[in-house]
């Protein structure tokens, strides 16, 4: 009976915690749009939700991500005067596997330093996950409302 209660709520929060890391991956492409040769990162987010729901139940959806890959995965560097980026294996998006798997951004406008960040576009992409986050979160709080109501009998 609690699995019925739970199961809608077990989807919400894999949709959650990828839309989190949509987020995080699109602020890191907008962060790095000044930098020259810098690629611009993303996942198939329906894909990858699919992927996350097809999983055992009790799987849960940071491995999916990761890919039950090492633990830590570390980008390299042109300069040693840049900033290692380091990511633990615990759901980040630089080990994401499978068909989750972070992908390139097609390039819209050819720049000179060979950057393909679009700002414009990567703008859009962040106020969309935002919102999409937002209304997740609050389907869940409506979900729990609605539960906890239903314990209490009103």
């Known amino acids: 009976m609690l699995d019925k209660m739970t199961n809608q709520l077990g989807f919400q929060g894999n ?15 907008i962060a790095n749009a000044d930098t020259p040769g810098y690629v611009a990162r993303d996942f198939d987010f329906a894909s990858t939700l699919r992927e996350a729901t097809k999983a055992p139940a009790g799987a849960d959806v940071k491995s999916i991500l990761n890919g039950d890959k090492g633990p830590t995965v570390s980008t390299a560097t042109s300069d040693p005067r840049h900033f290692r980026a380091t990511t633990t294996g615990s759901g980040s998006a630089s080990t994401l596997g499978g068909p989750g798997k972070l992908g390139y951004a097609v390039q819209t406008q050819p720049a000179l330093d060979n950057n393909s960040v679009d700002l414009d576009r990567e703008r859009a992409n962040f106020v969309d996950n935002a919102v999409r986050y937002e209304a997740t979160l609050r389907f869940i709080n409506g979900n729990a409302k609605t539960m906890l109501s239903a314990i209490q009998g009103q």
């Open 15 to 29: 949709a959650l915690i990828l839309r989190a890391e949509r987020q995080r991956i699109i602020a890191s492409n």
